[in-house]
Nanobody, 127 residues
Framework: EVQLVESGGGLVQAGGSLRLSCAASGFTFDDYAIGWFRQAPGKERQGVSCISSSDGKTFYANSVKGRFTISSDNAKNTVYLQMNSLKPEDTAVYYC????????????????????WGKGALVNVSS
């Protein structure tokens, strides 16, 4: 059974930090790019960051560049999203996503190109 399980969400004040984790199982981790989308109330799901498990190449949306860092522990089949200097506009449900193509799918916020989704983790940044 394929699973992507997110953890690490929560409530934080503006300027604070959180680290999201995505534990993957049920598929060949090295064959996929793993990314993060987020969806705020009333808005479309947006690609935030992605890492290619095979070569480590990364993508960041302009809105998070310089504040968020994505990393992968292939031995644990886990991807992390370190989020620093959080802003109220970062408030959203964050979804872990796996695609057997490239991070360009996440960069284009192309939800149809995603093979597997996690259930989401809520990040709430208060001002």
């Amino acid at each position: 059974e394929v699973q992507l399980v997110e953890s690490g969400g929560g409530l934080v004040q503006a300027g604070g930090s959180l680290r999201l984790s995505c534990a993957a199982s049920g598929f060949t981790f090295d064959d996929y790019a793993i990314g993060w989308f987020r969806q705020a109330p009333g808005k479309e799901r947006q690609g935030v960051s992605c890492i290619s498990s095979s070569d480590g190449k990364t993508f960041y949306a302009n809105s998070v560049k310089g504040r968020f860092t994505i990393s992968s522990d292939n031995a644990k089949n886990t991807v992390y999203l370190q989020m620093n200097s959080l802003k109220p506009e970062d408030t959203a449900v964050y979804y872990c996503a796996a695609t057997n193509t490239w991070c360009t799918v996440v960069a284009a916020s192309n939800t149809y190109g995603i093979n597997y989704w996690g259930k989401g983790a809520l990040v709430n940044v208060s001002s």
